[in-house]
């Protein structure tokens, strides 16, 4: 059942790959005769809120979506649709928060135990972008790795300070990662028009929104409430599964 699922989304993922790259090429990258010449960018860059969505076996034993930030930078390759780049990308898909003693000789202070479930990830990826604007449509493949941890802090009670006393890393793993996604960028504001091939100054900002399928391999992680804590010890319920993620990125990119 798990690899026909795996199949469906797969084959899901790359009919919409197809359709977007065929738009993608379709699309002229040179300004036609007659009309205002543009210095093109050559870098993108962004940054915006991220969203995570278990799915597979990771779905079936994290119920719950994550929220995050992501950031890339992205270098545009001169008259094709292409771009190259980075993106790295913060998740907490579970987080406690409970009071406790400081300890057992000093009873009378409290403190927030802070246990939170991360995963960090960093892709490397190949767009196909159009080139008409106000609405620019991608595709794009990526490959890197996600980063799954569980640490517990203990932090200050006072809410508006949160000052870190301790903290322990209580499991990581890594898990390799590959997949497909797709975009879109809507322009918000046009500028840069004294930009030259030497002066590369802002030329757009645009709304920018994104999903990705990424195919995780096996790996150890912690779930919302897998360490169980008695009689003064804590007890890890590591579950081992592939790491499949559906995620959602809403934020702005800059072009130069």
């Known amino acids: ?26 699309t002229p990258v040179r300004a036609q005769d007659g009309e205002i010449a543009d210095v093109p960018p050559v870098v993108i860059t962004g940054i915006g809120i991220l969203g ?23 270098y545009m ?3 094709t649709p292409a771009v190259i780049g980075l993106d790295l990308g913060y ?26 479930n991360n995963i960090f990830s960093m892709n490397a990826f190949l767009r196909l972008q159009t080139s008409t ?4 449509f991608y595709v794009e493949g990526v490959v890197g790795f996600h980063y799954l941890f569980t640490s517990t802090t203990i932090e200050d009670i006072d ?27 809507i322009e918000l504001w046009r500028g840069g028009e004294g930009r030259t091939p030497q002066n590369r100054s802002l030329r757009t900002v645009s709304l920018d929104f994104r999903m ?20 003064g010890t804590a007890e890890l319920n590591i579950t ?8 959602a990125h809403l934020g702005i990119a800059l072009d130069f």
Not at 1 to 17: D, F, G, K, P, W
């Open 52 to 74: 995570g969505f278990p799915t597979g076996e990771f779905g079936e034993n994290v119920k719950n979506p994550g929220v995050g930030l992501s950031g890339f930078v992205g």
């Open 159 to 185: 809410r508006f300070d949160d000052e870190e006393i301790a903290s322990h890393k209580n499991l990581s793993d890594f898990a390799f990662t590959k997949g497909v996604g797709g975009g879109l960028l």
């Open 240 to 247: 081992k599964s592939t790491t499949d993620l559906i995620t």
């Open 212 to 231: 990705r399928y990424l195919d995780g391999a096996q790996a150890d992680y912690l779930k919302r409430g897998d360490i169980v804590r008695r009689s």
């Open 1 to 26: 059942m798990q690899q026909r699922y795996r199949r469906v989304t797969r084959l899901t993922c790359i009919s919409a790959l197809v359709v977007l790259v065929s738009m993608a090429l379709a």
């Open 133 to 136: 604007d106000p609405l620019r």
């Open 91 to 116: 998740l907490i898909y579970g987080h406690e928060r409970r009071p406790e003693r400081f300890s057992l000789t000093i009873p009378d202070v409290l403190v927030d135990v802070v246990t939170e």
């Open 77 to 79: 390759i001169p008259r």
